[in-house]
Nanobody
């Protein structure tokens, strides 16, 4: 599986962005997909994940109620709708995929990252 993240940019605090992660490969629908982020000087952290069917989603406490993860298996694409953005959401966002339901930093596949910058 190859992953290509896009949709990052510069936005003011309180604004919204939608990230996309396009996947190649026949077995996209069999993988748990998700997003991690890494801010300057900080470790990469989990943001959200979605099971292969879309029936199970998980969110980091810091983004609950503001971010929504979804996927379209027919288009081999996953999305992260981000709302009420805060300066502390500024980071490089990476999409990831793994056969296991629980997505971790040890995920098998990673995208190249897309920069999200939230100005105050």
């Amino acid at each position: 599986v190859q992953l290509q993240a896009s949709g990052g940019g510069l936005v003011q605090a309180g604004g919204s962005l939608r990230l996309s992660c396009a996947a190649s490969g026949r077995t996209f629908s069999r993988y748990t997909m998700g997003w991690f982020r890494q801010a300057p000087g900080k470790e990469r952290e989990f943001v959200a994940s979605i099971s292969w069917s879309g029936g199970t989603t998980r969110y980091a406490d810091a983004v609950k109620g503001r971010f929504t993860i979804s996927r379209d298996n027919a288009k081999n694409t996953m999305y992260l709708q981000m709302a009420s953005l805060k300066p502390e959401d500024t980071a490089v966002y990476y999409c990831a995929a793994d056969p296991l339901l629980l997505l971790r930093l040890t995920a098998d596949y990673w995208g190249q990252g897309t920069q999200v910058t939230v100005s105050s």
